[in-house]
Structure formats: structure tokens, C-alpha cells
């Protein structure tokens, strides 16, 4: 199946061979964006990354490997690209929050992975930052529940000024 996409993807099976190059060039794309802003005078504690699935995949590693802290990242229905690299690769950044959701019959990306993200992600950052939450009988979309919690979570950590 075509699926136009952040980088290639060369399966979804845990022992799947990753895209390196791809997901580090789309990573660094991102980085620049987030420069970019900075320049203009959006501070990076006042940028949040989010996405669904590849989205979500490349807002996770694109946060743990930036040089600036940004203020958390919506991570839905994904997992962390390049997880063995970790956390050697991160940024070193502890306390970048992190919501991550995935559904329970999600059969494009199991829960499975969204669970061992989780766990991944607890020994990155601080285990307090990383709040994983499933949702009965959500395959891989969204439904509203899930989108309450992505609004509290950035109302939270990205609130108005």
C-alpha cells in the first residue's frame, strides 16, 4: 500500500530495519522548523510537538533529540523510531511531559508497541513526565475521549499567556 509518510517504513513488526537516514533527515527538518520560530520569537518552551503514528513516532524522537527544551509532546498511536539508539541519543532534557495514547484493537500499530514506547520513554525522561493512555476498542484513529485528554495536556503544559 502507497502511503505518503514522514520516511520510509520497511515494516511494522518490532524487528523491522528502520529508515535511519530518513527518520533522522525528517527529525532534522522539524529541528529546523522549531529554529526558525525561536529566530522569530516563539521561545522552544513554548513549542509542542504532536502527530498520529508516523507523526507521532518522528514528535517523539525529534523531541528527545533536540538541543532545546520544548515545551512536551502528543504522541497518538505510535512508537519511538530508532529505540535502540536511546537513550544515548537523547538530548538529556529530563522533564519534557509527554502524553501518549494509543488504541486497545489498533492493529496497524499493535498497543503492544505503544506500551514498550512507554516504558522506553520512562527511562529516558523522568518517569513522572510520561502519562501513556489506551482506549477500549479504538483501533488506529482517534475518538473523543482521547481528544479531551490532548486538550488538558495542552492546557496544562502549553496554557495561555
Known amino acids: 500500500m502507497v502511503m505518503p509518510a514522514w520516511f520510509d517504513l520497511k515494516g511494522l513488526s518490532l524487528d523491522a530495519p528502520e529508515d535511519e537516514p530518513g527518520i533522522k533527515k525528517a527529525a532534522d527538518n522539524i529541528k529546523a522548523i522549531i529554529e526558525h520560530e525561536a529566530k522569530n520569537g516563539i521561545p522552544p518552551h513554548r513549542i509542542l510537538l504532536a502527530g498520529f503514528s508516523q507523526g507521532g513516532a518522528l514528535s517523539l524522537y525529534t523531541a528527545l533529540t533536540c538541543q532545546q527544551q520544548i515545551a512536551g509532546v502528543v504522541a497518538l498511536s505510535c512508537w519511538l523510531p530508532l529505540h535502540s539508539s536511546f537513550p544515548s541519543a537523547s538530548n538529556g532534557h529530563k522533564n519534557i511531559p509527554i502524553l501518549q495514547c494509543h488504541g486497545e484493537t489498533d492493529i496497524m500499530i499493535?498497543?503492544?508497541?505503544?506500551?514498550?514506547?512507554?516504558?522506553?520513554?520512562?527511562?529516558?525522561?523522568?518517569?513522572?513526565?510520561?502519562?501513556?493512555?489506551?482506549?477500549?476498542?479504538?483501533?488506529?484513529?482517534?475518538?473523543?475521549?482521547?481528544?479531551?485528554?490532548?486538550?488538558?495536556?495542552?492546557?496544562?503544559y502549553l496554557p495561555r499567556i
Not at 502519562?131 to 482521547?146: A, D, I
Request: charged share 20%; aromatic share 8%.
Open 110 to 156: 499493535p498497543v503492544q508497541f505503544g506500551a514498550l514506547t512507554a516504558e522506553k520513554l520512562k527511562s529516558i525522561v523522568n518517569p513522572q513526565m510520561v502519562t501513556f493512555k489506551t482506549y477500549p476498542g479504538l483501533s488506529h484513529c482517534s475518538c473523543p475521549q482521547e481528544m479531551i485528554a490532548v486538550k488538558e495536556f495542552i492546557e496544562k
